[in-house]
């Protein structure tokens, strides 16, 4: 805003609040104010804070990540990145955010000769080590794009995914994924493996892109009788919610 970056955190009593102290890479401790007759502000806001850090002689360095072990409550929640590019009125200083990782959700179910219980039991991964945790920042409108490692760099990784609270009828178990928007197609994106090692997966159809902001529901049926790739699991996408959030300047 007005040429310089500031931090904001969130607070239960008070919501979004300007923190001067906030440790991070080119940020300024003054606060942000109107000026005189100004009725709009153009700015990027984007968060966790944290996903600029400098890389030395005045450059920084624009890129987020998502955790591997998002199995884990807080490196579920962590993982996820938001973003927004607009202008900010006076007359109304309120901040819509998008989601700029892409969210997949697996529903599993028994097929074949094997039980629910079969399916509860089983773990589920995504990827093989060949899918991207990284995503490089659009530092003029916030959007991400697949952060491609150079080498000797952090390569493509394996995700254990996040069970979701809810599992729709119908379905054993549920789990759920944050990741930079990227290309799955011809990778092997789902893997379950049963309590006996049997284990099943399901290779990416081409033209499988997970955009960012875009929530992607797979309902996959497990079956021992199929080999990988699995031919009976199948996806259908909907739009990732976006979940506005308020913000006023001081």
């Not at 990540?65 to 590019?85: G, I, L, R």
Request: one cysteine or more; a negative charge.
């Amino acid at each position: 805003m007005d040429g310089k970056r500031k931090a904001f955190v969130y607070s239960t009593a008070r919501g979004f609040v300007h923190a001067p102290n906030y440790p991070g890479a080119n940020v300024d401790p003054t606060p942000p104010v109107w000026q005189d007759g100004e009725a709009e502000k153009s700015l990027l806001a984007y968060g966790p804070t944290a996903c600029i850090s400098s890389a030395g002689d005045g450059e920084y360095i624009y890129e987020v990540y998502v955790s591997v072990a998002q199995n884990d409550d807080s490196e579920y929640k962590y993982s996820d990145y938001v973003y927004t590019a607009q202008t900010l009125y006076r007359s109304n200083p309120a901040l819509s955010f998008r989601h700029g990782m892409a969210r997949v959700v697996l529903r599993l179910r028994s097929g074949g000769s094997l039980t629910d219980e079969d399916v509860a039991g089983a773990s589920v991964l995504l990827g093989d080590k060949n899918l991207f945790t990284r995503a490089d920042i659009d530092p003029q409108n916030g959007t991400l794009t697949a952060h491609k490692p150079k080498p000797n760099g952090l390569g493509p990784q394996t995700i254990t995914p996040h069970r979701c609270a809810d599992t729709p009828a119908g379905y054993v178990v549920a789990y759920e994924a944050l990741m930079p928007p990227q290309d799955v197609s011809g990778k092997e994106f789902i893997q379950v493996r049963l309590s006996d090692g049997t284990e099943l997966g399901y290779i990416g159809e081409s033209g499988s892109m997970l955009e960012g902001g875009h929530e992607y529901i797979y309902n996959v049926t497990v079956d021992a009788a199929q080999q990988v790739p699995a031919k009976n699991i199948s996806y259908s996408i909907t739009r990732h919610v976006h979940r506005p959030t308020s913000q006023t300047t001081e």
